[in-house]
Protein backbone atom coordinates (compact mmCIF):
# COMPACT_ATOMS: atom_id res chain seq x y z
CA UNK A 1 0.00 0.00 0.00
CA UNK A 2 1.06 3.30 -0.77
CA UNK A 3 0.31 7.16 0.22
CA UNK A 4 0.17 10.37 -2.46
CA UNK A 5 3.14 12.02 -2.03
CA UNK A 6 1.39 15.46 -0.73
CA UNK A 7 -0.45 13.53 2.16
CA UNK A 8 2.52 12.59 3.76
CA UNK A 9 2.92 15.99 5.63
CA UNK A 10 -0.55 18.57 5.19
CA UNK A 11 0.12 21.94 6.96
CA UNK A 12 -3.75 24.01 7.53
CA UNK A 13 -2.25 27.74 7.98
CA UNK A 14 -3.82 30.02 10.44
CA UNK A 15 -6.72 32.14 9.36
CA UNK A 16 -6.29 34.58 11.75
CA UNK A 17 -3.06 36.18 12.91
CA UNK A 18 -1.87 34.60 16.64
CA UNK A 19 -3.61 31.69 16.21
CA UNK A 20 -1.96 28.50 15.76
CA UNK A 21 -0.88 26.15 12.45
CA UNK A 22 -1.66 23.05 12.63
CA UNK A 23 0.86 20.78 10.97
CA UNK A 24 0.05 16.70 10.53
CA UNK A 25 2.66 14.06 9.77
CA UNK A 26 1.02 10.70 8.81
CA UNK A 27 3.98 8.16 7.88
CA UNK A 28 5.83 4.97 8.77
CA UNK A 29 7.08 5.54 11.77
CA UNK A 30 11.04 5.36 13.44
CA UNK A 31 12.54 5.67 16.35
CA UNK A 32 13.49 9.35 16.49
CA UNK A 33 11.31 10.51 13.80
CA UNK A 34 9.53 12.83 16.16
CA UNK A 35 13.52 14.51 17.53
CA UNK A 36 13.31 14.94 13.54
CA UNK A 37 10.56 16.77 13.13
CA UNK A 38 10.97 18.77 15.93
CA UNK A 39 14.30 19.86 14.93
CA UNK A 40 12.96 21.20 11.85
CA UNK A 41 10.27 23.32 13.38
CA UNK A 42 12.84 24.74 15.50
CA UNK A 43 14.92 25.47 12.48
CA UNK A 44 12.52 27.41 11.20
CA UNK A 45 11.66 29.34 13.90
CA UNK A 46 7.95 27.38 14.59
CA UNK A 47 7.16 27.58 18.40
CA UNK A 48 5.46 24.36 19.10
CA UNK A 49 2.17 24.85 21.55
CA UNK A 50 0.50 21.68 21.45
CA UNK A 51 1.23 18.17 19.95
CA UNK A 52 0.08 14.88 19.83
CA UNK A 53 1.86 11.34 18.63
CA UNK A 54 0.33 8.17 18.31
CA UNK A 55 1.85 4.93 16.46
CA UNK A 56 1.54 1.35 16.69
CA UNK A 57 5.39 0.73 15.73
CA UNK A 58 5.17 0.63 12.42
CA UNK A 59 2.79 3.28 11.56
CA UNK A 60 2.72 7.41 13.31
CA UNK A 61 0.31 9.89 13.24
CA UNK A 62 1.72 13.14 14.47
CA UNK A 63 0.02 16.09 14.88
CA UNK A 64 1.96 20.26 16.01
CA UNK A 65 -0.04 22.99 16.80
CA UNK A 66 2.78 25.60 15.96
CA UNK A 67 3.09 29.67 16.12
CA UNK A 68 4.61 31.00 13.12
CA UNK A 69 6.18 33.93 11.99
CA UNK A 70 5.06 35.68 9.38
CA UNK A 71 8.37 35.17 6.82
CA UNK A 72 7.88 31.53 7.38
CA UNK A 73 8.34 29.58 4.35
CA UNK A 74 6.02 27.08 4.02
CA UNK A 75 6.08 25.28 1.18
CA UNK A 76 10.05 25.02 2.02
CA UNK A 77 9.36 23.76 5.77
CA UNK A 78 7.16 20.64 4.00
CA UNK A 79 9.90 19.86 1.68
CA UNK A 80 11.82 19.01 4.62
CA UNK A 81 9.41 17.61 6.82
CA UNK A 82 8.15 15.09 3.90
CA UNK A 83 12.18 14.42 3.58
CA UNK A 84 12.67 13.44 7.20
CA UNK A 85 9.98 10.65 6.97
CA UNK A 86 11.51 7.30 6.36
CA UNK A 87 8.19 6.52 3.57
CA UNK A 88 9.18 9.22 1.17
CA UNK A 89 10.21 8.79 -2.09
CA UNK A 90 9.40 11.44 -5.28
CA UNK A 91 9.49 8.31 -7.28
CA UNK A 92 6.57 8.26 -9.76
CA UNK A 93 4.62 10.05 -7.03
CA UNK A 94 3.38 7.53 -5.11
CA UNK A 95 5.11 7.17 -1.32
CA UNK A 96 5.97 3.89 -0.13
CA UNK A 97 7.03 2.22 2.46
CA UNK A 98 10.70 0.94 2.27
CA UNK A 99 13.31 0.14 4.85
CA UNK A 100 16.33 2.50 6.09
CA UNK A 101 18.95 -0.03 4.93
CA UNK A 102 21.91 1.91 4.24
CA UNK A 103 23.10 5.45 6.17
CA UNK A 104 22.36 8.42 4.22
CA UNK A 105 25.78 9.44 2.53
CA UNK A 106 27.71 12.68 4.56
CA UNK A 107 27.28 15.30 3.13
CA UNK A 108 29.56 17.50 1.02
CA UNK A 109 32.12 19.80 2.95
CA UNK A 110 32.76 23.61 1.69
CA UNK A 111 34.81 26.56 3.01
CA UNK A 112 33.60 29.78 2.84
CA UNK A 113 36.53 32.50 2.46
CA UNK A 114 34.99 35.82 3.39
CA UNK A 115 37.27 38.56 4.23
CA UNK A 116 35.83 42.18 4.85
CA UNK A 117 35.72 45.53 6.24
CA UNK A 118 34.76 45.27 10.42
CA UNK A 119 31.50 46.57 11.81
CA UNK A 120 29.24 45.93 14.51
CA UNK A 121 26.95 42.94 14.11
CA UNK A 122 28.70 41.98 10.63
CA UNK A 123 29.23 38.38 12.04
CA UNK A 124 25.53 37.71 12.68
CA UNK A 125 24.36 39.61 9.46
CA UNK A 126 26.16 36.92 7.40
CA UNK A 127 25.19 33.85 9.89
CA UNK A 128 21.62 35.51 8.82
CA UNK A 129 22.13 35.05 5.24
CA UNK A 130 23.92 31.68 5.53
CA UNK A 131 20.88 30.23 7.46
CA UNK A 132 18.31 31.61 5.05
CA UNK A 133 20.18 30.17 2.08
CA UNK A 134 20.19 26.35 4.30
CA UNK A 135 23.45 26.74 4.61
CA UNK A 136 24.38 25.01 7.97
CA UNK A 137 27.76 25.91 9.72
CA UNK A 138 29.57 23.13 10.71
CA UNK A 139 32.80 24.82 12.00
CA UNK A 140 33.85 28.97 11.72
CA UNK A 141 36.83 30.42 12.05
CA UNK A 142 37.01 34.44 12.54
CA UNK A 143 39.58 36.71 13.37
CA UNK A 144 40.08 40.41 13.11
CA UNK A 145 43.23 42.22 11.99
CA UNK A 146 44.79 45.03 13.41
CA UNK A 147 43.57 47.07 10.45
CA UNK A 148 39.96 46.26 10.43
CA UNK A 149 39.45 44.11 8.60
CA UNK A 150 38.07 40.39 9.26
CA UNK A 151 39.10 37.11 7.50
CA UNK A 152 36.21 34.95 8.59
CA UNK A 153 36.40 30.85 7.61
CA UNK A 154 32.93 29.36 7.60
CA UNK A 155 33.25 25.40 7.03
CA UNK A 156 29.12 24.73 5.83
CA UNK A 157 27.30 21.77 4.16
CA UNK A 158 24.49 22.55 1.92
CA UNK A 159 20.81 21.58 2.79
CA UNK A 160 19.83 21.71 -0.77
CA UNK A 161 23.02 19.84 -2.47
CA UNK A 162 24.02 22.94 -4.62
CA UNK A 163 26.28 24.63 -3.68
CA UNK A 164 29.05 22.45 -5.67
CA UNK A 165 27.06 24.44 -8.84
CA UNK A 166 27.70 28.18 -10.27
CA UNK A 167 24.10 29.12 -9.62
CA UNK A 168 24.54 28.32 -5.78
CA UNK A 169 27.28 29.82 -5.46
CA UNK A 170 26.16 33.11 -6.87
CA UNK A 171 23.22 32.96 -4.81
CA UNK A 172 25.16 33.04 -1.78
CA UNK A 173 27.93 35.45 -3.27
CA UNK A 174 24.50 38.03 -4.04
CA UNK A 175 22.60 37.54 -0.89
CA UNK A 176 25.97 38.10 1.18
CA UNK A 177 26.61 41.13 -0.98
CA UNK A 178 23.27 42.21 -0.59
CA UNK A 179 23.55 42.73 3.03
CA UNK A 180 27.60 43.98 3.34
CA UNK A 181 27.75 45.96 0.57
CA UNK A 182 30.40 47.96 0.53
CA UNK A 183 32.20 46.13 3.51
CA UNK A 184 32.99 43.05 1.53
CA UNK A 185 36.30 42.73 -0.07
CA UNK A 186 36.92 39.02 -1.01
CA UNK A 187 34.29 35.87 -1.12
CA UNK A 188 35.20 32.59 -2.29
CA UNK A 189 33.68 28.81 -1.87
CA UNK A 190 35.14 25.75 -2.57
CA UNK A 191 34.51 21.66 -2.00
CA UNK A 192 37.03 20.48 0.76
CA UNK A 193 38.18 17.48 1.28
CA UNK A 194 38.31 15.04 4.27
CA UNK A 195 41.77 15.63 4.73
CA UNK A 196 41.13 19.66 5.35
CA UNK A 197 37.75 19.17 7.63
CA UNK A 198 40.10 16.50 9.58
CA UNK A 199 43.03 19.20 10.05
CA UNK A 200 40.47 21.90 11.06
CA UNK A 201 38.87 20.45 13.49
CA UNK A 202 39.16 21.26 17.30
CA UNK A 203 40.88 19.36 19.93
CA UNK A 204 38.58 16.72 21.23
CA UNK A 205 39.72 17.76 24.82
CA UNK A 206 39.14 21.12 26.05
CA UNK A 207 41.26 22.64 28.73
CA UNK A 208 40.03 21.76 32.03
CA UNK A 209 39.46 25.47 32.90
CA UNK A 210 36.66 26.09 30.46
CA UNK A 211 35.04 22.48 31.46
CA UNK A 212 35.74 23.86 34.64
CA UNK A 213 33.54 27.09 33.94
CA UNK A 214 30.96 25.34 31.53
CA UNK A 215 30.09 22.10 32.98
CA UNK A 216 30.54 22.40 36.79
CA UNK A 217 26.62 22.01 37.28
CA UNK A 218 26.39 18.91 35.00
CA UNK A 219 26.48 16.84 38.07
CA UNK A 220 24.58 18.87 40.32
CA UNK A 221 20.45 20.11 40.86
CA UNK A 222 21.73 23.75 41.19
CA UNK A 223 20.38 26.47 38.71
CA UNK A 224 22.94 28.27 36.19
CA UNK A 225 23.68 31.23 37.26
CA UNK A 226 21.54 33.36 34.76
CA UNK A 227 18.96 30.92 34.47
CA UNK A 228 15.29 32.68 35.24
CA UNK A 229 13.48 29.59 35.07
CA UNK A 230 11.56 27.27 37.72
CA UNK A 231 13.70 24.47 39.81
CA UNK A 232 10.26 23.39 39.83
CA UNK A 233 10.98 20.64 36.73
CA UNK A 234 8.92 17.27 37.82
CA UNK A 235 9.37 13.94 35.84
CA UNK A 236 7.42 11.02 36.94
CA UNK A 237 7.44 7.70 35.72
CA UNK A 238 4.69 5.13 36.21
CA UNK A 239 3.81 1.75 35.31
CA UNK A 240 0.76 0.64 36.68
CA UNK A 241 -1.37 2.30 33.85
CA UNK A 242 -0.17 -0.08 30.83
CA UNK A 243 0.43 -3.57 30.46
CA UNK A 244 3.00 -2.47 27.98
CA UNK A 245 4.14 1.09 28.29
CA UNK A 246 6.04 3.09 30.53
CA UNK A 247 4.21 6.61 31.50
CA UNK A 248 6.23 9.31 31.67
CA UNK A 249 4.82 13.10 32.92
CA UNK A 250 6.46 16.19 33.00
CA UNK A 251 5.81 19.22 34.23
CA UNK A 252 7.94 22.17 33.31
CA UNK A 253 8.29 26.16 32.19
CA UNK A 254 8.21 26.31 28.51
CA UNK A 255 11.44 27.58 26.51
CA UNK A 256 12.18 27.03 22.97
CA UNK A 257 13.31 24.06 21.72
CA UNK A 258 11.64 22.15 24.92
CA UNK A 259 9.74 19.32 22.92
CA UNK A 260 12.79 18.84 20.70
CA UNK A 261 14.88 18.66 23.95
CA UNK A 262 12.52 15.66 25.39
CA UNK A 263 12.67 13.61 22.04
CA UNK A 264 16.27 13.98 21.53
CA UNK A 265 17.00 12.71 24.75
CA UNK A 266 14.73 9.36 23.73
CA UNK A 267 15.96 9.15 21.05
CA UNK A 268 19.28 8.90 22.58
CA UNK A 269 18.05 6.18 24.59
CA UNK A 270 16.54 4.15 21.74
CA UNK A 271 13.32 4.59 23.23
CA UNK A 272 9.99 4.34 21.36
CA UNK A 273 7.26 6.43 21.94
CA UNK A 274 3.92 4.87 21.64
CA UNK A 275 1.50 7.89 22.22
CA UNK A 276 2.30 11.12 23.45
CA UNK A 277 0.54 14.62 24.51
CA UNK A 278 1.90 18.54 24.71
CA UNK A 279 0.38 21.55 25.90
CA UNK A 280 0.87 24.80 27.03
CA UNK A 281 -0.91 26.13 29.78
CA UNK A 282 -1.36 29.77 31.14
CA UNK A 283 1.88 31.63 32.68
CA UNK A 284 3.93 29.22 29.98
CA UNK A 285 3.62 25.78 31.58
CA UNK A 286 3.93 22.85 30.12
CA UNK A 287 2.64 19.51 30.64
CA UNK A 288 3.53 16.35 28.78
CA UNK A 289 2.49 12.38 28.64
CA UNK A 290 4.68 9.94 26.83
CA UNK A 291 3.52 6.76 26.77
CA UNK A 292 7.17 5.03 25.87
CA UNK A 293 8.87 1.43 25.43
CA UNK A 294 12.55 0.28 25.34
CA UNK A 295 13.74 -0.89 21.89
CA UNK A 296 12.61 -4.60 22.87
CA UNK A 297 9.45 -3.40 23.16
CA UNK A 298 9.30 -3.75 26.79
CA UNK A 299 8.21 -1.08 29.42
CA UNK A 300 11.09 0.35 31.68
CA UNK A 301 10.93 -1.32 34.88
CA UNK A 302 14.25 -1.73 35.94
CA UNK A 303 14.35 1.21 38.99
CA UNK A 304 18.52 2.13 37.94
CA UNK A 305 17.27 2.54 34.11
CA UNK A 306 13.91 4.49 35.37
CA UNK A 307 16.13 7.19 37.75
CA UNK A 308 19.17 7.21 34.96
CA UNK A 309 16.42 8.20 32.34
CA UNK A 310 14.63 10.78 34.86
CA UNK A 311 17.77 12.59 35.94
CA UNK A 312 19.28 12.97 32.45
CA UNK A 313 15.51 14.32 31.27
CA UNK A 314 15.40 16.78 34.35
CA UNK A 315 19.05 17.92 33.80
CA UNK A 316 18.39 19.02 29.65
CA UNK A 317 15.21 20.58 30.81
CA UNK A 318 17.26 22.43 33.51
CA UNK A 319 20.04 23.64 31.10
CA UNK A 320 19.70 22.72 27.62
CA UNK A 321 23.05 24.36 26.93
CA UNK A 322 25.47 25.91 29.06
CA UNK A 323 26.60 29.41 29.09
CA UNK A 324 29.44 31.19 30.81
CA UNK A 325 31.46 34.06 30.40
CA UNK A 326 34.68 34.23 31.41
CA UNK A 327 37.68 36.12 31.92
CA UNK A 328 40.65 34.84 29.60
CA UNK A 329 44.08 37.04 31.41
CA UNK A 330 43.11 40.42 30.04
CA UNK A 331 40.06 39.03 27.57
CA UNK A 332 36.91 38.08 28.14
CA UNK A 333 35.05 35.21 26.63
CA UNK A 334 31.68 34.04 25.98
CA UNK A 335 31.95 30.02 26.06
CA UNK A 336 28.04 28.49 25.01
CA UNK A 337 28.32 23.89 24.84
CA UNK A 338 25.18 22.36 22.43
CA UNK A 339 24.93 18.71 23.26
CA UNK A 340 25.34 16.59 19.78
CA UNK A 341 22.63 13.57 19.25
CA UNK A 342 24.28 10.30 18.83
CA UNK A 343 22.84 10.71 15.21
CA UNK A 344 25.72 13.64 15.09
CA UNK A 345 23.46 16.35 14.66
CA UNK A 346 23.53 19.52 16.81
CA UNK A 347 20.79 21.95 18.11
CA UNK A 348 20.05 24.49 14.75
CA UNK A 349 20.42 28.11 15.40
CA UNK A 350 22.79 28.33 18.53
CA UNK A 351 25.72 30.48 16.51
CA UNK A 352 22.31 32.48 15.06
CA UNK A 353 21.31 33.69 18.45
CA UNK A 354 24.41 33.83 20.12
CA UNK A 355 25.75 36.45 17.43
CA UNK A 356 21.94 38.13 17.25
CA UNK A 357 22.50 38.60 21.20
CA UNK A 358 25.49 40.47 21.03
CA UNK A 359 24.45 42.62 18.16
CA UNK A 360 21.51 43.32 20.11
CA UNK A 361 24.11 44.32 23.31
CA UNK A 362 25.71 46.57 20.50
CA UNK A 363 29.32 43.81 21.29
CA UNK A 364 32.25 43.51 18.95
CA UNK A 365 33.21 39.90 18.34
CA UNK A 366 37.30 39.44 17.92
CA UNK A 367 37.51 35.94 17.43
CA UNK A 368 34.87 33.01 17.01
CA UNK A 369 35.69 29.29 16.76
CA UNK A 370 33.38 26.31 16.68
CA UNK A 371 34.53 23.19 17.30
CA UNK A 372 32.97 19.56 18.59
CA UNK A 373 35.01 18.31 21.97
CA UNK A 374 34.41 14.96 24.11
CA UNK A 375 33.42 15.86 27.34
CA UNK A 376 32.62 12.86 29.82
CA UNK A 377 30.64 10.58 27.98
CA UNK A 378 28.91 12.94 25.45
CA UNK A 379 29.64 15.17 22.59
CA UNK A 380 29.82 18.67 22.62
CA UNK A 381 29.35 21.46 20.37
CA UNK A 382 31.63 24.43 21.92
CA UNK A 383 31.18 27.91 21.09
CA UNK A 384 34.62 30.05 21.94
CA UNK A 385 33.52 33.57 21.40
CA UNK A 386 36.31 36.41 22.33
CA UNK A 387 34.53 39.37 22.73
CA UNK A 388 36.25 42.91 21.66
CA UNK A 389 36.78 44.18 25.24
CA UNK A 390 36.96 47.94 24.53
CA UNK A 391 33.14 47.49 23.17
CA UNK A 392 32.41 45.97 26.29
CA UNK A 393 33.77 47.07 28.99
CA UNK A 394 30.64 49.17 30.01
CA UNK A 395 28.64 45.83 29.77
CA UNK A 396 28.51 43.76 33.15
CA UNK A 397 29.60 40.14 31.94
CA UNK A 398 26.84 38.92 33.62
CA UNK A 399 24.14 41.16 31.43
CA UNK A 400 26.26 39.23 28.62
CA UNK A 401 25.42 35.77 29.93
CA UNK A 402 22.12 36.67 30.63
CA UNK A 403 21.19 38.00 27.02
CA UNK A 404 22.43 35.26 25.94
CA UNK A 405 21.22 32.82 27.76
CA UNK A 406 17.52 34.40 27.43
CA UNK A 407 17.86 34.30 23.33
CA UNK A 408 18.73 30.58 23.32
CA UNK A 409 16.38 29.54 25.73
CA UNK A 410 13.27 31.92 23.75
CA UNK A 411 12.93 34.14 26.72
CA UNK A 412 14.32 37.15 25.16
Known amino acids: MGILHDDVVIIRQADREGEPSVITVNCPDKTGLGCDLCRILLF ?37 LVGACPSCSSASGISYYRSELQSPRPPDVFLLKLCCYDR ?51 ETYKALEDVMQDAMISFNVEKVGPEITACSQASPILPPAITEDVFNIETSNELPSVSLSSNNICVTM ?54 IMQADGK ?9 ALSSRLKMELLQPLRVAVVSRGPDTELLVANPVELSSKG ?16 TCIFSAEIGRHMIGDREWEVYRVLLDEGATSSIPRLKVEEEVWKRLMGWE
Not at 121 to 147: M, R, W, Y
Not at 162 to 168: A, D, G, M, P, S
Not at 266 to 281: E, T
Request: net charge positive; hydrophobic share 35%.
Open 347 to 362: RPLVFYDITLSLKMLN
Open 299 to 307: KIVDPSKQS
Open 120 to 170: KGLLHDVTEVLCSLELNIKKVKVSTTPNGTVMDLFFITDTRELLHTKNRQE
Open 238 to 291: DNSLSPAHTLVQIICQDHKGLLYDIMRTLKDYNIQISYGRYYIKQGQKCEIDLF
Open 44 to 80: FGLNIVRGDVSTDGKWCYIVFWVVCKATTRWELLKKR
